[in-house]
């Protein structure tokens, strides 16, 4: 069988639809998943009872896994935006650089999002994770989905994944809580052992080192595909040029509208979005 561990929020955004899309093609057989807090997930990790974990990271954030070389490859991207319930009108009931203090639902030291957001929002949640800039902390979790629940009831602001607050602020149950640059962007990871796994885990593991081209890509191929064409039409390679020749990719080498920026099989695979259209 196959064993993840996965961060809560991806455990109920991302991995199910990414499973779906990577049962079709291979048969992994029985899936056991273990949804914790980032600390936990890598307790898990490092002891061994599971082959993968799936998880939110920042290049400038390191974690216990990338300190010791764990192989790793991104599988999308996300970001944390700050978002609150709406006093009316569509304004925002807490409003960062205007509510003075700020009331503010955090994460605890267990969530890798809180570990982000203590390194690159210092203004707001301060090194030692404890606010220093006109800030009022009123709830803390390590639980992506239990802040959204508390933001919902009006408690404070959040920095939340943005998949998981697409359809709130669709709706207008949530509204954004500060502008562009409060924006954090994050990769979506997958950690696998750095030994040898079962033939089952090592089959699934090998399409991460092929990607793009006539391999397709990780999660929603199609989408990938109509995004490649929006940048042909404004004047970039889009999807098309493909692999380069062989089935290893190296520094520089460019695929699609990627560049390699680093290629360590099977440990790394860091990419760089070369696309002119925008988003």
């Not at 192989?71 to 509510?99: K, N």
């Not at 999002?113 to 979790?141: D, K, M, N, P, Q």
């Amino acid at each position: 069988s196959l064993r993840f561990a996965v961060t809560h929020a991806l455990s109920v955004t991302f991995f199910p639809r990414w499973l779906r899309a990577l049962e079709t093609r291979l048969r992994p057989g029985p899936i056991h998943t273990l949804a914790d807090h980032s600390r936990a997930c890598e307790d898990l990790m490092t002891q061994r009872r599971v082959q993968f974990m799936l998880c939110y990271g920042h290049a400038d954030v390191p974690t216990r896994l990338d300190e010791v070389r764990y192989p790793v490859v991104t599988l999308g991207d996300d970001a944390l935006v700050p978002v609150t319930a709406p006093a009316g009108e569509g304004r925002p009931l807490h409003e960062v650089g205007r509510s003075d203090p700020l009331a503010v639902l955090e994460y605890s030291d267990a969530s890798g999002l809180g570990r982000i957001l203590r390194s690159r929002r210092r203004e707001i949640f301060g090194e030692s994770g404890r606010a220093t800039h006109a800030v009022s902390i009123v709830f803390t979790a390590h639980n992506a989905v239990l802040l959204k629940t508390m933001a919902l009831a009006g408690r404070g602001a959040a920095w939340l994944p943005a998949s998981l607050v697409a359809d709130e602020l669709a709706s207008g149950a949530l509204v954004p809580a500060g502008g562009e640059r409060w924006r954090v962007p994050v990769e979506i990871r997958l950690y696998r052992q750095n030994a040898e796994m079962t033939s089952t885990a090592e089959e699934l593991w090998r399409p991460v080192g092929r990607i793009g081209g006539k391999y397709g890509y990780y999660y929603a191929d199609t989408l990938w595909r109509l995004r490649g064409l929006i940048d042909r039409l404004c004047g970039g390679r889009g999807v098309g040029p493909g692999r380069p020749a062989g089935s290893v990719l190296r520094p520089g080498d460019t695929f699609d509208f990627w560049r390699v920026l680093r290629a360590d099989p099977p440990r790394r695979l860091s990419l760089l979005a070369e696309m002119k259209a925008p988003g």
